[in-house]
């Protein structure tokens, strides 16, 4: 028999939004059910904060530059979609990073990762940390495993584990600046679980890591800092991501379009979906793939109790700055792939991808293409100028830069960091709870089971899944 007709609205064309509405439309053939599909975005473009610019021959990134290939599901959509010929590496020759320490750049030791040592020697020779630190550090191996399973904040375990310098000096830059967070607060369960598990397995998170080198010391031995080899992007910038998807989807694709509020119908027999001036659509299927606080706003007159769950996740704001310079002008020799700052040094900024080092082709020959963090407590009550200006004056001071940048390219990303603050799975497996009782509506995004371009796209997918599955199943 032929499957009745249905429609399916996607509210936000970011990364989640394009993914839940690409696997909607391959899965409804597959399952040969015709579908009428709408992805509406209030935007003038789609693709959420991702966005390349090509300018006089640089290659900008106003948002992400790469994503994670050891979560499967980027790599796997961009194979499927067929672009994974124009998949590029960072560059082998410069992997490591380095982290600020008296206005100085230090190598982050060889084997080091996020908070731990996974090697003796390079970790024994750096300066980084003081001699008491170091032994402190050392303690991880004789201290105890916790023994209760109450959620912890990335600061308390790394000072329970590893010490104060430990924190201070890596792990909070670090892990700070991936998830632009105060890691005071932060979910160690929900943001690095791994560290848990080599807790639990090994007594030792130093431990853990020395194990980890003896299986696979060929992909440790010239690295430090974050796992570089493992992150990919495209020839022309991310963009290359989302134009794609946008190409397969442009019919369906409704841009300028504010959604107010959604409501049941009278008969309750599919969803309204309320524009601005009260305009209508109506759909079977939905899919809000938005931040959780504007997915609350939209929710609350149907689910005021699952939107009061969907606005107590927090999230930050972030400013990126493109510096380009002539290659003379920068003394320092750029032989890493950038830096992180720690709050303990007091400076505007967070850290510095050498973007046009970590990749090829992002600059033309003869210059550098540098982008620099800034977290949203260095942004508040100031101007652009002043943020540009105290910025670019750091970043020249770091790296011995005399001159002016040939040009800067300003990106603002407005509350589009979730924060995964302590207690953050247990809200996010009530809100999924709540959210599964609701026929016919999915909610996805960066604010529940992870961050990354991996994590939206697998979000994306298992929305879109799940609402074809409570249809073909009812």
């Known amino acids: 028999m032929t499957q009745p007709h249905k429609r399916a609205i996607v509210i936000g064309g970011g990364i989640t939004g394009l993914t839940a509405a690409y696997r909607l439309s391959t899965e409804a053939k597959k399952r040969k059910i015709p579908l009428e599909l709408k992805i509406l975005e209030a935007g003038n473009r ?23 290939s050891t979560k499967p599901w980027g790599k796997a959509l961009c194979e499927e979609l067929g672009i994974d010929e124009h998949f590029i590496g960072t560059n082998s020759k410069v992997r490591r990073s380095f982290v600020v320490r008296k206005n100085k750049l230090v190598p982050v030791p060889e ?50 584990r590893l010490g104060i310098e430990a924190f201070e000096r890596m792990a909070q830059p670090m892990i700070g600046g991936i998830y632009t967070s105060d890691a005071e607060n932060l979910s160690l369960s929900a943001t690095f679980p791994r560290f848990l598990e080599m807790e639990k397995e090994h007594g030792s998170i130093i431990r853990a890591l020395l194990n980890q080198k003896k299986k696979a010391s060929q992909t440790s031995k010239d690295t430090s800092g974050p796992r570089y080899s493992l992150f990919l992007s495209f ?7 989302v134009d794609t998807l946008a190409d397969k ?16 119908n009278d008969d309750n027999s599919h969803w309204e979906i309320v524009l601005e001036k009260n305009t ?34 927090p999230y930050t704001s972030s400013v990126t700055i493109n510096m380009a310079f002539r290659r003379e002008d920068v003394t320092h ?41 800034i977290g949203e407590n260095k942004i ?26 040939i040009f800067t390219v300003v990106s603002h990303h407005n509350k589009s960091m979730a924060q995964y603050l302590v207690g953050h799975q247990t809200n ?26 991996p994590d939206c796209i697998y979000s994306g997918d298992q929305a879109a899944q799940s609402l074809l599955d409570s249809f073909t199943n009812s």
Do not use: W
């Open 46 to 68: 789609v693709g959420g904060i991702i966005h390349t610019e090509h300018r006089d021959g640089f290659v900008i990134e106003h948002g992400p530059d790469a994503f994670i």
């Open 111 to 160: 084997g080091f990762y996020m908070m731990a040592p996974g090697s003796f020697l390079p970790f024994i020779k750096t300066p980084i940390f003081s001699l008491k630190g170091k032994l402190r550090i050392l303690l991880d191996l004789f201290i105890s495993a916790k023994e209760n399973s109450d959620d912890e904040s990335v600061a308390d375990f790394v000072r329970r």
């Open 428 to 453: 996010i497996s009530d809100i999924q709870d709540q959210a599964k009782k609701i026929k016919g509506l999915t909610i996805a995004g960066n604010a529940y089971t992870g961050i990354g371009i």
């Open 280 to 313: 209508k659509l109506e759909s079977d299927l939905l899919c809000i793939a938005l931040p959780a606080p504007r997915t609350s706003q939209i929710i609350r007159n149907f689910s005021p109790t699952l939107a009061e769950k969907l606005n107590t996740i």
């Open 249 to 264: 989807l442009s019919e369906f694709i409704q841009l300028n379009t504010q959604v107010e509020t959604i409501r049941r």
């Open 380 to 405: 508040q009550n100031r101007n652009h100028e002043e943020v540009v200006s105290l910025v670019c004056k750091n970043v020249s001071d770091l790296l011995g830069i005399q001159s002016s940048p």
């Open 235 to 241: 020839r022309d910038g991310m963009q290359t991501l």
């Open 333 to 373: 020799p750029l032989n890493g792939m950038g830096f992180v700052v720690p709050i303990k040094e007091q400076l505007n900024l967070i850290g510095c991808s050498f973007s046009s080092i970590k990749f090829e082709n992002r600059a033309p020959a003869g210059n550098v293409l540098l982008r620099a963090f």
